[in-house]
């Protein structure tokens, strides 16, 4: 499920909070080691540099799955892949762990028993928390300015999207197998960005949401969001179309069934907008205005 899947791995929604020794300012932070619990801080450390890059101890075990993580293969075989109750973390005793809110309480106060202060991320609800979440990272891993860069080039690409955004904007829903996101979502986010209306959004869903397929149905919306399943994303998009119930849309009869990678999709950190450009290429006005760009066919 897109919205319960997207907390369930990378964390639920609500605000930051940090562990032990979180409040110290950035001295001495650049001689910390850190450690990883979740797919955005993997993403997030690697974007940070070699300089951040060379003291963390451990990323998560979710670091080099596909359907989550922007870094597959990223980080170097000699980083553990761990997690959070493992004897190898405990005895490592990272300055920082980074876990996510849905962390086990226990598994939080195993860690900072063992010396291994904990920073939690909490709150996943769009472009904001992602700022505010890079931000954080990187003041704890004692590379402020790195963390300013990044979320000043998020900013100059959200710049660059929201200056061409088309001028309609069809009403969308993502599903997957019963769950919708409506407002408060990185999704809500996503699909306006990528000049969508979120429709769920606009019916006063706030969060992730389980839907009927008739009440999905009766909204008749003109694209739904899906991620992509084996064997592709086309493959899922023709399965969804031809299901009953979904075949009778006008998102099914008109092409509008639309499947992003779950990588992209899912995210909470930069491939949030890798989601827009992906959404934004299949939009109905970019497709008429690759039509009127073919060459004609001369007789």
């Known amino acids: 499920m897109i919205g319960l899947l997207a907390c369930a791995l990378l964390a639920a929604c609500g605000r930051a909070s940090s562990g032990a020794g979180a409040s110290q300012d950035n001295e001495g932070a650049g001689r910390r080691t850190l450690a990883s619990q979740t797919v955005l801080s993997d993403e997030v450390l690697w974007e940070l540099g070699p300089g951040v890059q060379d003291r963390v101890v451990a990323v998560s ?11 597959v293969d990223r980080w170097p075989a000699a980083v553990p892949r761990l997690a959070g109750t493992s004897e190898t973390l405990l ?9 996510a809110s849905f962390t086990a309480a226990e598994t939080r106060a195993l860690l900072e028993r063992h010396g291994a202060p904990t920073h939690v991320l909490d709150g996943f609800t769009g472009f904001a928390d992602y700022r505010r979440h890079v931000t954080d990272i990187a003041r704890l891993a004692g590379d402020a300015a790195a963390g300013r860069a ?4 998020f900013d100059r690409e959200i710049a660059t999207l929201t200056a061409s955004l088309p001028k309609r904007a069809p009403a969308a829903v993502s599903y997957n197998e019963g769950t919708i996101a409506g407002d408060a979502t990185s999704f809500h986010d996503v699909v306006e960005l990528a ?17 009927t397929l008739e009440q999905l149905i009766s909204w008749d919306p003109e694209v739904i969001i899906i991620p992509c399943g084996p064997p592709s994303c086309e493959a899922s998009e023709r399965a969804l179309a ?21 990588h992209h999709l899912y995210s909470v950190g930069r491939g949030m907008l890798d989601a827009v450009r992906a959404l934004r290429a299949r939009h109905p006005e970019a497709a008429t205005a690759n039509a009127n760009d073919l060459p004609s066919n001369p007789r």
């Open 61 to 71: 075990v979710m670091a080099d799955d596909p359907r989550y993580s922007a870094v």
């Open 91 to 99: 005895s490592l005793k990272p300055g920082y762990t980074f876990v």
């Open 150 to 153: 990044l979320v000043e080039d």
């Open 195 to 211: 000049g969508y209306r979120n429709l769920a959004a606009t019916r006063g869903v706030t969060g992730h949401r389980s839907v």
């Open 242 to 262: 031809r299901r009953p119930g979904f075949s009778a849309t006008r998102a099914a009869r008109g092409g509008g069934v639309l499947a992003i990678p779950p």
